[in-house]
């Protein structure tokens, strides 16, 4: 299968850090894998409303929701790029994970049986030099893609405030450079036995 990256800028901010970071990540693809870069500060969703037991479900194909439902299925490869805002993901990065909950029943697709497989990637600037407090992070979004039984290649982590400081991480920069050539490995939960 040819590889499709879908990288999904979530950020209140557009050039910001964390997006300077996954474009220098991104420039290492080989030319012949796709790349689709959406916005979701331009294309927004709606909050996501729990209608699991209300209502009968249909498949998105209106507006932003069709848009990303689509773009999503499509993708082997999905990016999360998302600022570390309180510790975790950003608001736009949450609401799209939220309606996964919604997707998994979708008629004529199994959702948790297409992503099985493809693969979920990470990229974050923070001002912290302490990279842990990005854990929070790398846990939704991990867990995430080990619930779809989903592989997870990580999270590339960059230092940086103002806006182009990340690209004065030179070990950041570093790590971008090969961060997509590696194998990613099944996702697992912590407790799960190998």
């Known amino acids: 299968m040819t590889r499709r990256f879908l990288f999904l800028l979530a950020s209140s901010r557009s050039d910001g850090n964390t997006e300077l970071l996954a474009r220098r990540a991104a420039e290492q693809l080989p030319a012949d894998v796709e790349q689709r870069w959406i916005d979701?500060?331009?294309?927004?969703?709606?909050?996501?409303e729990d209608l699991?037991?209300?209502?009968?479900?249909?498949?998105?194909?209106?507006?932003?929701?069709?848009?990303?439902?689509?773009?999503?299925?499509?993708?082997?490869?999905?990016?999360?790029?998302?600022?570390?805002?309180?510790?975790?993901?950003?608001?736009?990065?949450?609401?799209?994970l939220d309606h996964w909950s919604g997707w998994l029943r979708t008629?004529?697709?199994?959702?948790?049986?297409?992503?099985?497989?493809?693969?979920?990637?990470?990229?974050?600037?923070?001002?912290?030099?302490?990279?842990?407090?990005?854990?929070?992070?790398?846990?939704?979004?991990?867990?995430?893609?080990a619930y779809l039984r989903m592989r997870f290649g990580g999270v590339l982590l960059g230092n940086g405030s103002k806006p182009g400081d990340v690209l004065r991480d030179t070990e950041a920069l570093a790590r971008a450079k090969t961060f997509f050539a590696r194998e990613a490995p099944l996702a697992r939960f912590p407790y799960e036995e190998v």
């Open 40 to 48: 979701l500060a331009e294309h927004p969703l709606p909050d996501f």
């Open 52 to 96: 699991r037991h209300d209502s009968d479900h249909v498949r998105p194909t209106d507006g932003n929701t069709g848009l990303l439902f689509d773009a999503t299925v499509a993708a082997t490869d999905i990016v999360i790029a998302s600022p570390l805002y309180w510790y975790s993901v950003s608001g736009q990065a949450k609401r799209y």
């Open 107 to 145: 008629p004529g697709v199994d959702f948790k049986a297409t992503m099985a497989g493809r693969t979920l990637w990470g990229v974050t600037a923070l001002a912290h030099e302490e990279f842990e407090v990005a854990d929070p992070l790398v846990g939704t979004l991990n867990h995430s893609a």
